[in-house]
C-alpha cells in the first residue's frame, strides 16, 4: 500500500482530535528536531502523523516519488509500507498516532526493506 498524504487534512488540533475519535488510533505529541533523512524502511503498525508545524517530505519507498508535509497534512503509513522521513531542517511538530498502544520508539522500530 502506498503512503497517503492528505494536504490541508485539519486546521487546528481539535479537527485532529476528532479525528483520532474515528480511528481510534492511540496519539503521542512528537517533537523532531533538526535531523538528517532516514533510509528506506517499514513499521508493523499503522501510523497517522498529523503535522502540527513545520515542513519536511516523505519518500514513498516503492514509487520514489517525495512528498512535501506541512502543518495541516495527514500522512497515513499502513503497517508493512516501504517510506522514508527527509531531513527536518527546523524543529518539527507531529502529533503521531499508532494502531495500537505502546511506546512510541518501540512501535516505530524501522525494519529493513525485503
Given at each position: 500500500m502506498?503512503?497517503?498524504?492528505?494536504?490541508r487534512f485539519f486546521k487546528?488540533?481539535?479537527e485532529v482530535m476528532e479525528d483520532l475519535k474515528?480511528?481510534?488510533f492511540w496519539p503521542t505529541t512528537y517533537v523532531s528536531a533538526p535531523s538528517p533523512a532516514l533510509p528506506v524502511h517499514w513499521h508493523d503498525v499503522d501510523i497517522n502523523?498529523?503535522?502540527i508545524s513545520g515542513?519536511?517530505?516523505i519518500i514513498d519507498?516503492?514509487?520514489g516519488d517525495t512528498i512535501t508535509v506541512e502543518a495541516g497534512?495527514?500522512?497515513v503509513i499502513p503497517s508493512g509500507t516501504l517510506h522514508a522521513e527527509g531531513e527536518v531542517c527546523e524543529p518539527m511538530t507531529y502529533i503521531v498516532a499508532t494502531s495500537r498502544a505502546g511506546q512510541l520508539f518501540e512501535l516505530l522500530e524501522?525494519?529493513?526493506p525485503p
Open positions: 502506498p503512503v497517503e498524504i492528505h494536504k487546528d488540533r481539535n474515528k480511528t481510534g502523523g498529523y503535522v515542513s519536511s517530505t519507498g516503492e514509487s497534512d495527514k500522512l524501522m525494519k529493513p
